[in-house]
């Protein structure tokens, strides 16, 4: 065991320093904007949330609200096109996480100073808002109070009470399937929420492909091992239990010390990896969606470690009690995504299908692309299209 851990911290090593130096940012457009903002604050951080909405023709008439959940390190501004074609039946909206789009207080001085002239900002620290997330928690809290701030807002524009419905991608998708088994476990279930969609959810660790999956995935395989076979216990034998937490209480200290670590000040500007370029590649298959993602100075392109090592804490807590998610669904996974695995979704699937009968699966077999509502054509359409059957399925199913 200890050779193992030596060779893979040595391969992440080697990993963050051919993927994680030197890194500049710039932004020289203004946030990507869409509908009304809202501006609130969900805590007593100084960055407000911003809650965009947009309403078909005619408001009071639609049948139901749509809540739009950007996935990690993206922003809500790029779901601009997506929030206008639900917006033709439903009452929608959108907001960006705290540390994500204007949420990010370096993004949001810097879309200020571009809209009072300035030509560029640098916007290279906007990943050191991540500090604050050890966790997914913060995450829910906005969700929680995005939530709350857009029934408000549809029962002022049309019959109160209205469904909503939520379509929630990747990271956003674990935050929001989290936060519904937390409100349900609390005994405050949100019951004007009557349904999810769940693209490509974040519900199992990222694979690298190619040679930085060689590098990579030993630590990321024995972290995700460590904190889900030895920590917990899984029924087995006496021997087999001792023996699992002995080895949890070397492994998960050692490798929770060095993601720490590889966070501080100093360490960090050259062990926060930056988003690498097979990430882009398997996200779209879209040629000008692609484009976009290399021009879009509002993602954020590099991750502290330590954030990912609570994405991991949190992914292994959810699987643990993922069976108590009780809400229908829609879940839409490729079976060959590398960033987030289908074997997560497949997990899902397979413990919480059977809790009710508009629950929904669309696995797309042969498919590696992780951003499903930003494929090309025709194949974005036919989602979006399946997404509104869906939803309008349990309209008539809750009527």
Not at 52 to 71: D, K, Q, S, Y
Not at 113 to 131: I, M, W
Not at 301 to 328: C, S
């Amino acid at each position: 065991m200890p050779n193992y851990v030596s060779h893979s911290l040595a391969a992440i090593f080697l990993l963050v320093m051919l993927t994680g130096c030197v890194h500049r940012q710039f932004v020289s457009t203004s946030y990507p904007e869409w509908g009304e903002s809202h501006e609130f604050h969900s805590s007593d951080r100084s960055t407000p949330l911003i809650l965009r909405t947009l309403a078909p023709p005619e408001p009071a008439a639609a049948p139901a609200c749509v809540l739009l959940v950007h996935g990690m390190n993206e922003h809500i501004g790029r779901y601009g096109e997506v929030a206008r074609h639900f917006a033709q039946q439903f009452t929608v909206a959108g907001f960006d996480f705290y540390a994500h789009g204007l949420s990010n207080p370096v993004l949001q001085q810097a879309n200020h100073a571009l809209r009072a002239g300035a030509a560029e900002q640098d916007v290279s620290d906007a990943y050191l808002a991540q500090l604050a997330l050890r966790d997914l928690e913060p995450l829910r809290h906005n969700l929680h109070h995005a939530l709350q701030r857009f029934m408000e807002l549809c029962d002022a524009q049309g019959e109160p009470g209205r469904p909503v419905y939520i379509v929630a991608h990747s990271l956003g998708a674990l935050v929001t399937a989290s936060y519904l088994i937390q409100q349900r476990i609390e005994g405050n279930p949100v019951k004007r929420v009557q349904g999810v969609v769940l693209l490509a959810p974040g519900f199992a660790v990222s694979e690298p492909p190619g040679w930085r999956g060689w590098l990579a995935n030993p630590l990321i395989k024995l972290s995700f091992h460590a904190e889900t076979h030895f920590l917990y216990p899984h029924d087995e034998p006496l021997p087999v239990l001792v023996f699992n937490q002995f080895i949890a209480a070397i492994t998960v200290p050692v490798l929770d010390g060095v993601f720490d670590i590889l966070s501080w000040p100093g360490l960090r500007s050259v062990f926060s990896p930056i988003s690498p370029t097979w990430v882009r590649n398997y996200l779209t298959d879209s040629e000008a969606e692609k484009a976009r993602l290399r021009a879009d100075g509002w993602i954020v392109r590099r991750t502290l470690l330590r954030y990912v090592k609570g994405i991991e804490e949190e992914i292994v807590h959810f699987r643990r009690r993922m069976d108590q998610f009780t809400l229908p669904y829609f879940l839409i996974y490729s079976a060959q995504d590398p960033i987030t695995p289908a074997w997560g979704s497949e997990d899902f699937r397979r413990t919480t299908v059977s809790h009710h009968p508009d629950n929904a699966v669309l696995a797309l077999p042969g498919l590696v692309y992780h951003q499903h509502l930003f494929l090309s054509e025709p194949m974005r359409s036919e989602l979006l299209q399946k997404i509104e059957q869906w939803i309008h399925r349990r309209l008539h199913s809750t009527e």
